[in-house]
């Protein structure tokens, strides 16, 4: 668990990097967070799926698997895959403010 | 030993429903974490990737412990089919894909996909045979070479 500033804010992150309180995430924090990821460059398919990410956590209580996450974003697999080479789920949920997605598909 | 876990190469040797299953939820698993993964197909378990037989992978109902069924009874014509029905009834319902439709994700993950020619050689089969998917027809050795650096699962 740790205290890191983004965007000027102080979050609180536990040890593998997620959000220990999603409420404190906000947009500005994303372009920070990616960089943190290793990702750079925030393309519109980048935005798309993090934005779904947090959606489907706030309407669901929690983030969606990989799988489910190429059925329902509007992104395929095989493109999730090649813009979040470190795993499409992990990542985004990390850069999306919202705890890791529980799931073995 | 580092403390992730990096690179996994996973064998599939079965061909049995639930002899294929594990190392395919390992793969798809541990390229969600982004671990980079192998899917290695060996004897049986090149039924997963064989084009004519991936559809008609069944559960093992004979001498099968895990079942909890009655062998004399798992041996009855049409038991096999029955309940590999049922099984993947179940399966759909949790959205667990299918083994076809499963293995083309787990290509569209990036993760590598080979037969193994000792095996192809045994069932006279060719590259024509499998799914466009599998990348190649690999000796162990250059199965070895790729799994370097990494972990090795065999299911």
Redesign the interface.
Known sequence: MSTVTIAATDVELNDEGFFVQPEQWTEDMVPELAHREGIDELTDAHWQVIRFMRSEFLSKGTGP????L?KTSGV???EL?QLF???????AAKIAGIPKPRG?? | MSDTIEKVSIIISKGSLEGIYPGL?MT??A????IEANLFFTFFGLDAIHKARNEHIKLATVGNPGLHFATIAGGLPGVSTAMTHYMNHKMEKL???SIPEFVE?IA???AGMYACKASVDLFGLEKNDFIDQVQDIITVGEFYEKAAGGHIIFT
């Open positions: 698997t990989v799988r489910v190429g395929s697999i095989k895959y080479p470190k795993g499409p789920a992990k990542v073995c598909i | 939820i798809n698993g390229r969600a974490e982004g959205d667990i894909p994700m569209d993950t990036g």
